[in-house]
């Protein structure tokens, strides 16, 4: 089992919450296909619109990995990004990120924080992960330890 970070705005994230998917780093495979059946994901929004500069800097979505298949879906003409089926966690809170950053430790330079999420798509600890479940959901998920 291992645990990811996946980054998004916020309304795109809640998208695919609604839809029990996950796309990653602009609809491409590959980052997928990293990830395993029973993986889990949480979600990073940096921001709280793709379209604009309000920022979120709130983890806002959890959820484990349910399909064993990567697959193309077309959103639009000429947009065929690729996704994953995900089991989210309806329950979770959206958690600031600011206040756990001296525990995280994936992220190396706290001063430069941000720079963690840059390829949109990273595999943290297991440890991470349990620190930011907490806050999402109270607790870490059985299925998760």
Request: charged share 20%.
């Amino acid at each position: 089992m291992k645990y990811w970070i996946g980054v998004a705005s916020n309304n795109h994230v809640q998208r695919g919450v609604a839809g029990g998917f996950c796309q990653l780093c602009h609809g491409k495979a590959q980052p997928l296909k990293r990830m395993q059946q029973g993986d889990w994901i949480i979600y990073y929004s940096p921001k709280e619109h793709f379209e604009d500069k309000q920022p979120c800097q709130q983890f806002t979505a959890i959820g484990e990995v349910i399909g064993d298949k990567v697959y193309a879906f077309e959103m639009f003409p000429n947009f065929v990004p690729f996704r994953r089926d995900i089991q989210f966690v309806k329950t979770a809170k959206a958690v600031a990120i600011c206040p756990l950053l001296a525990e995280l430790n994936f992220i190396k330079d706290k001063s430069k924080w941000g720079a963690a999420f840059r390829y949109g798509h990273l595999e943290i600890s297991q440890a991470d992960f349990a620190i930011i479940a907490e806050q999402m959901l109270g607790h870490v998920p059985r299925s998760a330890t």
